[in-house]
């Protein structure tokens, strides 16, 4: 395709045919010349928005641009329902990719309930990869949003699923040939569809309707980068048992592989919530078919400490994550 906007018959077959309108609340939306969509939520509700970049992953964007967009909007106890695509490809880029990214976008938007209601789509020579962009728009009744910055002292810490679930299927992909010829094929390929696992839109909802206090999706800098912004953001100490924090045999092996830390590996799948009675809230999510765990406590000091049996250190802010790490000693290699 050429530099400069995606043609119009191009629009029509590949990007709005892929997208379907599935929700009351967008009253205008995706269309030909229409740079605005109008969304209705009533008097009862407020409007929550969230935006992001997908720029760690070379395969399935448009599966991950939903899931990471949906799954902020879920952490402060929002319902998604609409979002904005901007897709920017590069001159070499030919129509079925941009199908196959918006059909992969549209199919995992409608499987959570969420309506594409726009965007934009451009050829630039600015991009050497496709890159997307997504603003989400959720809705939550008023009085029931909910901060990262919502924890207090005493509180429990509770993780849902597994860390590294992200990071690790990234890695698994992208050099599945290599990891084949250390590990068994079941191995590698049990890890290549963790990204089964990326939503957190029912943890976030469930937790909320629970009475969560503060929630994170753990995404780049880990677990231990959630665990230092909710802290950070609500102004707490606190305490984490290594032990407790659930993680995949295969995030463990294909971690110590490429020799990087995976409670600092990119982990959108889990959830990190704050709440009062977290050994309730482990079962209400279980109920709902969502693994979970306690995982540690906030705390009145300022203090916040990884302990692994006898040993305690002190968490430090969060840092390049650890995915990055693994690309660059591969181009280096």
């Given amino acids: 395709m050429e530099i400069g906007k995606v043609p119009e018959n ?8 892929q997208i379907h309108k599935n929700r009351k609340e967008v009253l205008s939306g995706s269309s030909v010349g229409e740079d605005c969509a109008l969304l209705d939520f009533g008097e009862d509700f407020q409007v929550v928005t969230s935006t992001d970049p997908i720029t760690g992953a ?62 934009h789509t451009e050829v630039t020579d600015a991009v050497s990869k496709p890159l997307l962009s997504v603003t989400g728009f959720g809705k939550v009744r008023k009085g029931h949003f909910i901060k990262t910055g919502g924890a207090k002292p005493g509180m429990d810490l509770i993780a849902t699923k597994w860390i590294g679930l992200e990071g690790t299927s990234i890695i698994a992909r992208e050099y599945e040939d290599e990891l084949q010829q250390k590990f068994p094929f079941e191995l590698v390929d049990t890890a290549i569809h963790f990204d089964k696992f990326i939503s957190v839109v029912k943890d976030g909802l469930v937790a909320a309707k629970f009475g969560a206090a503060a929630m994170h999706d753990v995404t780049e800098g880990g677990i231990y980068g959630a665990i230092w912004e909710m802290c950070e953001s609500s102004k707490v100490g606190c305490e984490v048992y290594l032990k407790d924090i659930p993680i995949k045999q295969e995030t463990v092996e294909i971690s110590e592989y490429f020799d990087i830390d995976p409670y600092r590996l990119i982990s959108s799948g889990s959830m990190l919530i704050a709440a009062n009675d977290g050994y309730g809230l482990v079962q209400e999510l279980m109920k709902n078919g969502v693994e979970a765990s306690v995982i540690g406590r906030t705390t009145e000091n300022n203090d916040r400490l990884i302990i692994n049996g006898e040993r305690r250190r002190f968490l430090t802010p969060p840092s390049t994550d650890e995915l990055y790490r693994v690309k660059s000693k591969l181009v280096d290699g």
């Fill in 58 to 119: 070379s395969e399935e964007e448009g599966r991950l641009a939903v899931h990471i967009t949906a799954n902020d909007l879920a952490s402060s106890g929002a319902e998604p329902v609409a979002m904005l695509f901007t897709v920017l490809l590069p001159p070499d880029s030919d129509e079925a990719l941009l199908k196959g990214i918006m059909k992969e976008a549209s199919e995992e938007a409608e499987s959570l309930n969420i309506t594409i209601a726009g965007g």
């Fill in 10 to 17: 191009v629009l029509k077959r590949s990007v709005m045919g």
